[in-house]
């Protein structure tokens, strides 16, 4: 999708989930408020539910919010599913020395919005692909960047099976790393696949699908 990394996809892992009221962490340390412990670092409920009321909020003023709103239904536990697999995210890419720019995201954002056809078309199209609200796309492009920074550090084309799985593998890695501990209430963490058990979208694959959907 941009020129400075390869190819780059609008669907960029995509969101966060709400957690229970206690979390059992490792070594059975509970963690009141607690939706997931990633490297001994919370992610709380409050920050899952704000992002999904946030998201619920944008849908409800889009013209097929019944549509978004329907097929959103595990909203929750994708959101989650995507706040854990962002710190996973962040630790293979520092690993590795990759980083990302203000500068890079700007750019990138401007030239999805040239592609699918303006501002208010990339907006609308992260909302109804992603369930990403506005203030989130630059977050969602910083994303796709480190993934493609990893895997241009790694030598591996994102395009190709093989290349994919190099990707998991550095992800699975950094995943066990930081000893990923989730309510249960959401399924359990699975190192190897990088996701939620029971997660509803393909994570790797949104991760490393190099063709966003192009304007009508």
């Known amino acids: 999708?941009?020129?400075?990394?390869?190819?780059?996809s609008l669907s960029a892992a995509a969101a966060v989930l709400v957690?229970?009221?206690?979390?059992?962490?490792?070594?059975?340390?509970?963690?009141?408020?607690?939706?997931?412990v990633v490297g001994?670092?919370?992610?709380?409920?409050?920050?899952?539910?704000?992002?999904?009321?946030?998201?619920r909020a944008a849908q409800r003023d889009h013209e097929q919010a019944d549509i978004l709103i329907k097929e959103t239904g595990q909203l929750t536990r994708s959101t989650l599913n995507g706040l854990v697999l962002r710190e996973v995210l962040e630790r293979a890419a520092g690993d590795a020395g990759v980083?990302?720019?203000?500068?890079?995201?700007?750019?990138?954002?401007?030239?999805?919005?040239?592609?699918?056809?303006?501002?208010?078309?990339?907006?609308?199209?992260?909302?109804?692909?992603?369930?990403?609200?506005?203030?989130?796309?630059?977050?969602?492009?910083?994303?796709?960047l480190l993934v493609q920074g990893l895997a241009e550090k790694l030598g591996a084309n994102l395009q190709t099976p093989q290349g994919q799985e190099e990707l998991?593998?550095?992800?699975?890695?950094?995943?066990?790393?930081?000893d990923v501990s989730v309510n249960p209430r959401y399924g359990k963490w699975d190192d190897e696949q990088v996701s939620l058990t029971e997660a509803d979208r393909p994570w790797i694959r949104e991760l490393t699908n190099p063709e966003p959907e192009q304007a009508a």
Do not use: W, Y
Request: proline content about 3%; hydrophobic content about 40%; some cysteine.
């Open 1 to 8: 999708m941009f020129r400075r990394r390869t190819s780059l």
């Open 19 to 36: 957690a229970a009221p206690l979390l059992t962490a490792c070594g059975g340390e509970a963690h009141a408020g607690a939706a997931a």
């Open 40 to 55: 001994g670092e919370r992610i709380t409920m409050s920050q899952v539910q704000s992002k999904v009321e946030a998201v």
């Open 99 to 144: 980083t990302v720019s203000r500068g890079e995201i700007q750019e990138a954002r401007e030239l999805a919005a040239r592609q699918v056809g303006g501002p208010e078309r990339l907006e609308s199209l992260m909302l109804r692909q992603q369930a990403a609200t506005p203030d989130e796309i630059d977050e969602m492009l910083r994303v796709q």
């Open 168 to 178: 998991r593998a550095e992800l699975e890695k950094a995943s066990r790393e930081l």
